[in-house]
């Protein structure tokens, strides 16, 4: 079973800069497509970034696009989203989850999540 922990979350100035880690463990973060969805009070959870099992493929929500980054480091079995130019929408609880790959599909290990909060 994997866990997952994140980290890195505060509250930051608009325009400003977070990292957020994510800290896999239980098993090697390489058997898993990783990403970081968020949830703003009295909204769904959205999905924000992905990355493949080794790094070499993402995707990002339009929200999100030219802003943030996704990265992985498998031999440290951490994953990291690099958020620049923060703004106040994107405060909110920010997940890291996990698919296993040749599974359903689906994120299906999640962490308990960090807040972001972004003030104007």
């Known amino acids: 079973q994997v866990q997952l922990v994140e980290s890195g979350g505060g509250l930051v100035q608009a325009g400003g800069s977070l990292r957020l880690s994510c800290e896999v463990s239980?098993?090697?973060?390489?058997?898993?497509?990783m990403a970081w969805f968020r949830q703003a009070p009295g909204k769904e959870r959205d999905m924000i970034a992905t990355?493949?099992?080794?790094?070499?493929?993402?995707y990002y929500a339009d929200s999100v696009k030219g802003r943030f980054t996704i990265s992985r480091d498998n031999a440290k079995n951490t994953v990291h989203l690099q958020m620049n130019n923060l703004k106040p929408e994107d405060t909110a609880v920010y997940y890291c989850?996990?698919?296993?790959?040749?599974?359903?599909?689906?994120?299906?290990?999640w962490g308990q999540g960090t807040q972001v909060t972004v003030s104007s």
């Open positions: 989850a996990a698919d296993l790959i040749g599974g359903p599909g689906v994120y299906d290990y």
């Open positions: 990355i493949n099992w080794n790094g070499g493929r993402t």
């Open positions: 239980g098993r090697a973060s390489s058997y898993y497509n």
